[in-house]
């Protein structure tokens, strides 16, 4: 089959298996280029390890700490005609290069909200490793279906009490355009979200964990948030994905006592904006991200999720200092949130018109990774020969 990108607005629907290994090389490649991190993780559990943050803090453990990995995801293999998500052959890449590497690596793919997912995971780890020593809740969708209660929830991205507006880009095209809001209209739109995006699962996982003792004495576990510019906060860290946010992260003090007859401990990690499938999503932060992209790689500390999260590890987690804030949280979107940063993209976010985009953003680079998310543009491949379909992932066959 040959396989060319196909979009839909945010969404592409088209993946390309040996872009999608290109890719993961690439991060790998990066990894064993900063050396082994010493007194690493060396069994892990990434939930939400096919792509973006979750994926990288998979390749970070295995390649950077020869780490074990289990990794469970939702995904799509390829079908006849069809290829299958970016997920799936991030997946199946980085399991062939495990093996090759002599890491262990294993993954599940299922609904990490249900119970069922959660069960088969755990069995997996008396199985194979015993326990984990790290959990990694890397999970970013737009519905959950309680375990408990069977009730579906769908989170929606909204500002709350006053409608927004703002500028926005079509990244494609890269028509600059006003865009408003409207804030939620009930108090359920917040609650749906919470639910979603919220602590809870991540609550549940741990205490599942635990009940089966497969946590390793000293365990930890690490989920992700994000807080951005105060340009984004109605839409983001004051809107409804926001409320989320805050819900996850008082969510850290509840496992921290769930670990602490087994000294474990739980942190959120405020990650960098990043072009991923799910901040893809979101209306003004593609803009944002664009400019902010131009302004750090000027500075040379633009970091992309691999970069992200091997800092997270060496020079938080496992090294260096956890730099926590006020608030007891990691902040690896320190050089994102730099005064000089944070001036020079709100100054560029004045100015910016669809007439001066390509010059004063990095809306090439945004693209490029928008892309590169789904295995294209990336120069190695040639997009016009047919594609071997990686339609295996070796441990879930
Ligand atoms: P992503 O969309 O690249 O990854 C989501 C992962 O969750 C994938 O592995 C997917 O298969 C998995 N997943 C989704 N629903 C699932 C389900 N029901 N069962 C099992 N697996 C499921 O997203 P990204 O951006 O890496 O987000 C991960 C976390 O990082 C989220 O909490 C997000 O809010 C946070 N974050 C993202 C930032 C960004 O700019 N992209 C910035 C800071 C934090
Ligand atoms: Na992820």
């Given at each position: 089959?040959?396989?060319?990108?196909?979009?839909?607005?945010?969404?592409?629907?088209?993946?390309?298996p040996?872009?999608?290994?290109?890719n993961?090389?690439?991060?790998?490649?990066?990894?064993?280029?900063?050396?082994?991190?010493?007194?690493?993780?060396?069994k892990?559990?990434?939930?939400?390890?096919?792509?973006?943050?979750?994926?990288?803090?998979?390749?970070s453990?295995?390649?950077?700490?020869?780490a074990?990995?289990?990794?469970?995801?939702?995904?799509k293999?390829?079908?006849?005609?069809?290829?299958?998500?970016?997920?799936w052959?991030?997946?199946?890449?980085?399991?062939e290069?495990?093996?090759?590497?002599?890491i262990?690596?294993?993954?599940?793919?299922?609904?990490?909200?249900?119970?069922?997912?959660?069960?088969?995971?755990?069995?997996?780890?008396?199985?194979?490793?015993?326990?984990?020593?790290l959990?990694?809740?890397?999970?970013?969708?737009p519905?959950?279906?309680?375990?408990?209660?069977?009730?579906?929830?769908?989170?929606?991205?909204?500002?709350?009490?006053?409608?927004?507006?703002n500028?926005?880009?079509?990244?494609?095209?890269?028509?600059?355009s006003?865009?408003?809001?409207?804030?939620?209209?009930?108090?359920?739109?917040?609650?749906?979200?919470?639910?979603?995006?919220?602590?809870?699962?991540?609550?549940?996982?741990?205490?599942?964990?635990?009940a089966?003792?497969?946590?390793?004495?000293?365990?930890k576990?690490?989920?992700?948030s994000?807080?951005?510019?105060?340009?984004?906060?109605?839409?983001?860290?004051?809107?409804?994905?926001?409320?989320?946010?805050?819900?996850?992260?008082?969510?850290?003090?509840?496992?921290?006592?769930?670990?602490?007859?087994?000294?474990?401990?739980?942190?959120v990690?405020?990650?960098?904006?990043l072009?991923?499938?799910?901040?893809?999503?979101i209306?003004?932060?593609?803009?944002y991200?664009?400019?902010?992209?131009?302004?750090?790689?000027?500075?040379?500390?633009?970091?992309?999720?691999?970069?992200?999260?091997?800092?997270?590890?060496a020079?938080?987690?496992?090294?260096?200092?956890?730099?926590?804030?006020?608030?007891?949280?990691i902040r690896?979107?320190?050089?994102?949130?730099r005064e000089?940063?944070?001036s020079?993209?709100?100054?560029?976010w004045?100015?910016v018109?669809?007439?001066?985009?390509?010059?004063?953003?990095?809306l090439?680079?945004?693209?490029?990774?928008?892309?590169?998310?789904?295995?294209?543009?990336?120069?190695?491949?040639?997009?016009?020969?047919?594609?071997?379909?990686?339609?295996?992932v070796?441990s879930?066959?």
């Open positions: 089959m040959i396989i060319q990108p196909r979009t839909r607005g945010f969404i592409c629907l088209t993946s390309h040996e872009g999608c290994a290109e993961v090389k690439t991060q790998i490649e990066y990894v064993k280029s900063k050396g082994q991190i010493v007194n690493g993780p060396k892990v559990l990434v939930i939400g390890a096919s792509t973006g943050f979750g994926l990288a803090s998979r390749i453990a295995a390649f950077g700490s020869n074990a990995t289990i990794g469970v995801f939702f995904e293999p390829g079908t006849e005609g069809r290829p299958g998500t970016a997920g052959y991030n997946s199946a890449a980085f399991e290069q495990a093996k090759q590497a002599g262990y690596a294993k993954s599940i793919n299922g609904d990490a909200f249900s119970d069922e997912i959660k069960k088969e995971t755990i069995e997996l780890i008396k199985k194979d490793l015993g326990q984990v020593d959990v990694v809740y890397s999970l970013a969708s519905r959950r279906t309680h375990p408990k209660t069977g009730v579906a929830y769908a989170s929606v991205l909204k500002p709350i009490g006053e409608p927004f507006t500028k926005t880009v079509d990244f494609h095209t890269g028509v600059v006003n865009i408003s809001i409207d804030p939620v209209k009930e108090q359920s739109d917040i609650d749906n979200t919470i639910a979603v995006m919220g602590g809870e699962d991540w609550k549940f996982w741990i205490e599942d964990l635990k089966a003792g497969v946590l390793a004495n000293g365990a576990t690490v989920a992700y994000y807080i951005g510019p105060e340009l984004t906060y109605p839409i983001y860290r004051n809107g409804t994905i926001g409320m989320a946010k805050n819900d996850l992260e008082a969510t850290v003090p509840v496992i921290n006592d769930l670990l602490k007859d087994l000294n474990g401990v739980s942190y990690s405020v990650n960098k904006a072009v991923t499938q799910s901040s893809s999503a209306p003004v932060v593609p803009l991200i664009s400019l902010l992209y131009k302004v750090m790689k000027e500075k040379n500390i633009h970091e992309g999720c691999i970069e992200q999260m091997q800092r997270l590890f020079d938080r987690l496992y090294g260096g200092s956890l730099a926590l804030d006020t608030e007891g949280r690896v979107d320190d050089w994102e949130m000089d940063v944070q020079a993209v709100a100054k560029l004045e100015e018109t669809s007439e001066n985009i390509e010059a004063i953003s990095d090439a680079g945004y693209r490029k990774d928008f892309f590169n998310l789904f295995g294209f543009e990336f120069d190695s491949i040639d997009y016009t020969l047919e594609s071997d379909e990686l339609t295996t070796a879930l066959k």
